[in-house]
């Protein structure tokens, strides 16, 4: 008895031992996400909407009307729909479906000229081998199409357009070519001209032989034609690169060409008649630029800014395999004038030091090595936006994005990662105002998913925006290294406030996206945040029970 009783005592004393253990195993969890749970930011005024009947679409366009209302176009199949949303009521307030394009229609875009919106769509004819492209305005009133109109018609068959190379462009196809899409659209400063562009099929296929031909067409804001034709250029495609167009408020169309004869940048502006009258800037073209976007400014004239690189470089890892990578060295810029005069040309380079923050520590050394050589840079960053401000200062914002094939748990898949991003400042005489680094690091296996980043124009604040892991609230440019995001798995809808005038960044927490009020977001992208008034944004998200909803995000 009394034996029994001490294995019954100590079994007792045991059981209690062990649930005392396990209470302060899970007092010490608790603790240890607790510390992660992040209070949200008092900036921001986060609401959700009435939800509406989802809508399965392939491609997705957002318009703000500027009247407290946006629209939704969205297209698969042969089919578009419409919706128009209360941005004050918070719920859709009609919404229409079109399956009458004809057969073969292929969507190119959807744009908003001032307070007119098109939808764009081409047609292959097949006899004549050649492509009619066609506008149908949207009425934003009766959130209807109108009837569709002939614009454009050309000779013959079309090439496709150049990809960027960005990860987050879903129309990206292989080849770096842009998958059906055949037209480009530039718009003027002041939206009042648009300019389509297209590039004509060569006849031969020896480059030294084909001179390269473009379409160059400029309509009005209410796509009335100005003035439209295929122009054959003074060069063949084995002389020149094309680089960039754009379109000026006198309806002049513009063409920037890398000349590999020269070896350097020309300018080439095509007037009404066709005739072209090109400039030579005088800048070298030996450093490498992977993409130069261009936008007019207020008076006219036009910025050129891309990210430059010493080169292409080769990596190799055992496990991953070898890579081509694009290391930036600093920032490119030049402005010229409607007549094709140099007017700016400056170069601000990556510093050692910006280089290396938000890096672990093998990879200071490499940047510390390299800089030796003059190679330090910064991997496989994008110009993503590139915004001309009233006062004709610009904002730049660039983000690391690479595809990679390398093990996901215990297999071995392409692994999407955007890291790091960049906002940079150039003053409206060229100067450098301020350079930041926004530290933020996140992967997945299902393309771009709810990966990238937005850019969120303000007025005395511009936001960046992003979906990152709750251990990575107190990480800024200062230093650490920021815990990756595994796409898919929740997180926290993120951004970085930064102060136009000084450059002082702030993070801040919008939303944790399990948790938006009662409801959690499935699905969504942050790349396509819609701004609706100098201080209110929207993103559309899928909340299950084939149900959408939008959040709105207002700046207080």
């Not at 959690?520 to 909340?543: C, G, H, W």
Request: proline share 2%; with cysteine; aromatic share 12%.
């Amino acid at each position: 008895m009394y034996k029994l009783y001490l294995v019954e005592n100590y079994s007792i004393i045991n059981q209690t031992n062990k649930m005392k253990k396990l209470s302060l195993f899970l007092v010490l969890i608790l603790s240890y996400f607790s510390s992660f749970t992040q209070e949200l930011s008092n900036d921001f005024k986060v609401s959700v909407g009435e939800p509406y009947q989802v809508i399965d679409a392939g491609s997705k366009e957002y318009i703000s009307l500027d009247n407290g209302y946006a629209l939704m176009v969205k297209m698969g199949r042969g089919v578009v729909n419409i919706q128009k949303y209360d941005i004050n009521g918070m719920k859709e307030v009609a919404r229409n479906t079109y399956d009458d394009l004809p057969k073969g229609a292929i969507f190119q875009n959807v744009l908003k000229l001032n307070d007119n919106v098109y939808y764009f769509y081409l047609i292959y004819n097949k006899k004549e081998k050649n492509f009619t492209l066609y506008s149908r305005e949207i009425d934003t009133e009766a959130t209807s199409f109108k009837q569709a109109v002939e614009i454009i018609k050309t000779s013959r068959k079309v090439t496709p357009v150049e990809a960027t190379g960005e990860l987050t462009d879903a129309k990206v196809g292989l080849a770096g070519m842009v998958r059906d899409i055949k037209f480009d659209f530039h718009k003027s400063f002041d939206e009042s001209k648009l300019l389509i562009t297209y590039r004509l099929y060569p006849k031969s296929k020896n480059d030294a032989e084909n001179y390269d031909e473009i379409g160059f067409f400029v309509f009005d804001n209410k796509i009335s034609k100005q003035w439209g034709s295929e122009v054959k250029l003074p060069y063949t495609e084995k002389q020149i690169n094309n680089v960039a167009y754009a379109v000026g408020k006198n309806g002049e169309a513009k063409m920037l060409v890398a000349n590999r004869d020269k070896k350097v940048y020309e300018a080439i502006t095509v007037l009404p008649s066709g005739e072209t009258k090109v400039s030579d800037l005088g800048i070298s073209t030996d450093q490498l630029v992977k993409t130069l976007k261009v936008n007019e400014t207020a008076n006219g004239n036009f910025i050129y800014a891309g990210f430059y690189a010493n080169g292409i470089e080769f990596t190799f890892n055992p496990f991953t395999g070898g890579n081509f990578k694009f290391n930036a060295n600093g920032l490119m810029l030049f402005e010229i004038d409607n007549d094709g005069k140099l007017v700016k040309n400056k170069n601000y380079e990556f510093t050692k030091e910006f280089i290396q923050q938000n890096l672990n520590e093998r990879l200071k050394k490499q940047v510390e090595e390299r800089e030796k050589d003059g190679k330090a840079g910064i991997f496989d960053l994008y110009l993503l936006d590139f915004v001309v401000k009233d006062d004709n200062s610009c904002v730049f914002i660039g983000e690391r994005q690479w595809l990679v094939n390398e093990y996901w748990g215990t297999q071995k898949k392409a692994v999407y990662h955007f890291g790091n991003a960049v906002a940079i400042k150039v003053d409206a005489n060229g100067e450098l105002a301020w350079m930041k680094k926004l530290p933020k690091n996140q992967a997945g296996v299902m393309g771009s998913g709810q990966m990238g980043i937005s850019y969120m124009e303000g007025k005395e604040n511009d936001y960046v925006a992003f979906v990152d892991n709750i251990k990575n609230i107190e990480l800024d440019a200062s230093g650490g290294i920021p815990v990756a995001h595994k796409d898919g798995h929740g997180g926290y809808l993120t951004t970085y406030k930064i102060n136009l005038a000084t450059g002082n960044m702030e993070k801040h927490s919008i939303c944790n996206l399990d948790q938006i009020e009662s409801y959690k977001a499935y699905q969504f992208k942050p790349t396509r945040i819609l701004k609706v008034s100098p201080n209110e944004f929207l993103m559309e998200i899928y909340i299950k029970d084939k149900k959408d909803t939008m959040v709105k995000f207002k700046v207080n």
